[in-house]
Nanobody, 115 residues
Framework: QVQLVESGGGLVQPGGSLRLSCAAS????????MYWHRQAPGNQRELVGV???????NYQPSVKGRFTISRDNAKNTVYLQMSSLKPEDTAVYYC?????????WGKGTLVTVSS
C-alpha cells in the first residue's frame, strides 16, 4: 500500500517560515508527481502546489513566491518550504500522490500562523 506521512507542522508567527516534509513508502517515488494541499477551518481542501517527477513546480497564486516545493528522491521525501507566512495560511497541510489513477493522501500536519 502507498503511505504518506507529513511532518513539520506547528505554531509560527506571521512573517515566519516553516518546512513541511512528506515521507513516502514503497517504490517508484521518483516517477510520481507529488502534491501539497491544505484545508483551512471552514473551507474546502485546496491545491497548494505540485512538483513533477522531473522537478518542475506549480503553485496556486496565493502562495506563489512564498512557498517552494522540492523533492529528494533518494529519501522518498517531498518538502514544502513556507516563508512570509500569513494567518490565512493556517490550515492542515496534506501530501498527495496518484497511483493507478487513484489519489493517496497523508493524514496531514497542522500549521498555525498566529501572533
Amino acid at each position: 500500500q502507498v503511505q504518506l506521512v507529513e511532518s513539520g507542522g506547528g505554531l509560527v508567527q506571521p512573517g515566519g517560515s516553516l518546512r513541511l516534509s512528506c515521507a513516502a513508502s514503497g517504490t517508484g517515488f521518483s516517477t510520481r508527481a507529488m502534491y501539497w494541499h491544505r484545508q483551512a477551518p471552514g473551507n474546502q481542501r485546496e491545491l497548494v502546489g505540485v512538483i513533477t517527477s522531473d522537478g518542475n513546480t506549480n503553485y496556486q497564486p496565493s502562495v506563489k513566491g512564498r512557498f517552494t516545493i522540492s523533492r529528494d528522491n533518494a529519501k522518498n521525501t517531498v518538502y514544502l518550504q513556507m516563508s512570509s507566512l500569513k494567518p490565512e495560511d493556517t490550515a492542515v497541510y496534506y501530501c498527495k500522490t496518484i497511483y493507478g489513477g487513484k489519489d493517496y493522501w497523508g493524514k496531514g500536519t497542522l500549521v498555525t500562523v498566529s501572533s
